[in-house]
């Protein structure tokens, strides 16, 4: 049982980390870099271009810290 709670702790500590990454990805490239927020693709549809990073950033990073802390075999 305790090991499961530690296990979800570092879950969601990975998840809200996760969460501050899209923040600051989508802030750096939509202020700093100046990409847009949105971008018309092919004149029909308008794609979150900046969101879409912010987004890919963040689910790799939680997919590798999750292998790496998360789900590593206890010692």
């Known amino acids: 049982m305790r090991l499961n709670l530690k296990r979800a702790l570092k879950f969601w500590t ?3 980390s996760g969460a501050v990454i899209q ?3 989508f802030y750096v490239l939509t202020r700093s870099l100046g990409v847009p927020d949105f971008v ?3 004149g029909v549809i ?3 271009w900046a969101l879409g990073w ?3 950033c963040a689910s790799i990073s939680n997919y590798v ?3 790496l802390w998360t789900w590593r075999s206890p010692s």
């Open 14 to 16: 990975v998840g809200a």
């Open 23 to 25: 923040s600051v990805v």
């Open 40 to 42: 018309n693709l092919f």
């Open 46 to 48: 308008e794609v979150p």
């Open 54 to 56: 912010a987004i890919v």
């Open 65 to 67: 810290f999750n292998e």
